[in-house]
């Protein structure tokens, strides 16, 4: 696996992002699951997404430095938790690539491949005062950034019924995101790193003395 990216993040927390060129078989031979992880594996259809799969897991390993791999389980809102430990992770992952985060506080992740279609799709999940973000000749970049910002805190977050365009504000250039419900208000901040054909963010939460 090739790393593409491999930063630390205050307080410490890590985050990464690998190439997938290896085979199932060769991730498969050094990825020891475990039996609730090889029953979720075998119900995957298609060799790209069992790479995935197993790429991801493999990265949090090789992020954690520890000797075993620990147990990655999904909770009743299908949030990903690694076992004995008190980090947060979040994973995501596109063709041929994988991505994860660890940090001490909530904490999400999301890779989106640039596609065209999102501009008719943007009035969807960004409210006016994120449209007004956008600028002209970045703004496909930007509507990308947006929504990996929105799925990056919505897995942070944890549980469902959210909606992006209402509940959940980015502000592109402070680096900044809150999901906004009812009594409910939390901030986040965010990290960006582009690449020439996707998008990565990722997201922490802030404690309330933070805010």
């Avoid at 290896?22 to 997404?49: C, H, M, Q, Y």
């Avoid at 904490?107 to 640039?114: E, L, T, W």
Wanted: hydrophobic fraction near 40%; charged fraction near 25%.
């Amino acid at each position: 696996m090739a790393v593409i990216l491999h930063e630390q993040l205050q307080p410490p927390g890590e985050w990464g992002l690998w190439h997938i060129t290896e085979s199932e078989d060769w991730l498969r031979e050094r990825v020891n699951l475990f039996p609730a992880e090889a029953t979720a594996l075998a119900g995957i259809k298609g060799t790209g997404r069992r790479r995935e799969f197993l790429a991801a897991r493999m990265l949090l390993h090789v992020m954690s430095g520890r000797g075993e791999r620990g147990e990655m389980y999904k909770d009743s809102a299908g949030k990903p938790h690694l076992r004995d430990t008190h980090f947060h992770i979040s994973i995501s992952h596109t063709v041929n690539y994988a991505a994860a985060i660890a940090h001490p506080r909530s904490c999400g992740i999301d890779v989106q491949r640039i596609v065209p279609r999102i501009e008719v799709l943007a009035d969807r999940f960004m409210n006016p005062p994120e449209l007004a973000q956008l600028t002209e000749n970045d703004a496909l970049f930007q509507m990308h950034l947006c929504w990996a910002a929105k799925e990056a805190m919505y897995k942070a977050f944890g549980r469902r019924q959210l909606d992006f365009r209402q509940d959940l504000r980015v502000d592109l250039a402070q680096a900044t995101g809150q999901i906004v419900r009812d009594e409910l208000n939390l901030h986040y901040d965010l990290f960006f790193r582009s690449f020439p054909n996707f998008v990565l963010v990722g997201c922490t939460q802030r404690e309330m003395y933070d805010v």
